[in-house]
């Protein structure tokens, strides 16, 4: 199994930063990526970025530019540096690790307990 602990979640003002961090622990030799999504209140769970294990990255569209997600050299912790953040940004953002399973192709998606994120006007 893997646990994932989110930190670094907080309430800052628009136009500011904030850095979140996931730090993975287990059977972390088995996890290929890990993710940063998030969920408002009454808005369905987006991903907001994405990092594997080669450290490709992907990015919502809403947070390109203002966000960027980079790996550790363990593979195990995963930064999600947010900039230039809006009331719009706020949210409970999630880690996610997908771990490889012994059959060929199939994964397992593991998630943290989540971090607030909360940015005032």
């Known amino acids: 199994q893997v646990q994932l602990v989110e930190s670094g979640g907080g309430l800052v003002q628009a136009g500011g930063s904030l850095t979140l961090s996931c730090a993975a622990s287990?059977?972390?030799?088995?996890?290929?990526?890990i993710g940063w999504y998030r969920q408002a209140p009454g808005k369905q769970r987006e991903l907001v970025a994405l990092i594997t294990s080669g450290r490709s990255t992907d990015y919502a569209d809403s947070v390109k530019g203002r966000f960027t997600i980079s790996r550790a050299n363990d593979k195990n912790t995963v930064t999600l540096q947010m900039n230039s953040l809006s009331p719009e940004d706020t949210a409970v953002y999630y880690c996610?690790?997908?771990?490889?399973?012994?059959?060929?192709?199939?994964?397992?998606?593991?998630w943290g307990q989540g971090t607030q994120v909360t940015v005032s006007s």
């Open positions: 996610n690790a997908k771990i490889a399973l012994p059959v060929p192709g199939a994964y397992r998606n593991y």
């Open positions: 287990g059977s972390t030799s088995s996890i290929n990526d």
